[in-house]
């Protein structure tokens, strides 16, 4: 991927490590001293907020000196990047892997909601930053939030409208919107979560529960 403004190109290996390229020089860095300088910007993204954190502070919140920093990353912008793309990957493989199985769509799709929450629930810090910053940041990194999204709506309606073709949802939901307000089911109980600090037990009897009232809906059986 090209970061707009930048010659930089991150190439992800196997291994988890990455190769940075910048014009002609291409060097394998660190994957611990790298991860270390990505969790202490986690952190302090999700503190003080992107806009107002510098190197300095994640060097230092890092142990590291600031030179070290930029020898990982050319600027904290890049340090989100490497966040966002580690996020990202696993979600999409994650989803993948949820589709490759022989369940019911709608057990699936239940699945893939869940999923998405747990990975994001991980680290509070982590939840935060995506939530919040990445709908904050500089406009070279404006495209990163988008991006998720346009990923997990592609699977979501390819799912849905497998389900609708097989018969097993009704012929007249619009996918698109079912799609986008999933997403929105997310980050709606994620975002209460970091904001009024509960623990995790909570969070995911909340989830379970908003899970079923959205695929089954809340709409009472006298009345039909």
């Not at 966040?83 to 199985?101: C, G």
């Amino acid at each position: 991927m090209t970061v707009q403004g930048n010659a930089l190109i991150l190439l992800f290996m196997n291994d988890g490590s990455f190769i940075r390229k910048g014009g002609a020089m291409a060097r394998v860095k660190s994957q611990t001293k790298g991860q270390e300088i990505i969790q202490a910007a986690m952190e302090l993204f999700a503190e003080k907020g992107f806009f107002y954190t510098n190197v300095k502070e994640i060097a230092e919140r890092a142990n590291v000196g600031v030179g070290t920093v930029y020898i990982y990353f050319d600027n904290k912008d890049n340090i989100l990047i490497e966040l966002f793309i580690a996020f990202l990957d696993r979600v999409i493989r994650d989803i993948q892997t949820i589709l490759d199985t022989q369940l019911h769509p709608l057990e699936k799709f239940k699945r893939i909601l869940r999923t998405v929450a747990e990975i994001l629930s991980e680290n509070m810090d982590m939840a935060r930053v995506f939530l919040v910053e990445l709908r904050q940041t500089t406009e070279a990194l404006s495209y990163l939030a988008p991006k998720l999204e346009k990923e997990y709506n592609f699977l979501i309606k390819k799912l849905l409208q497998e389900a609708k073709d097989q018969g097993y949802v009704r012929q007249d939901i619009n996918v698109h919107i079912v799609s986008i307000a999933s997403l929105g089911l997310i980050e709606a109980l994620l975002f209460d979560w970091v904001t009024n600090k509960y623990s995790k037990e909570k969070l995911f009897s909340m989830f379970d529960q908003a899970i079923e009232y959205f695929v089954f809906g809340f709409e009472g059986r006298e009345h039909e």
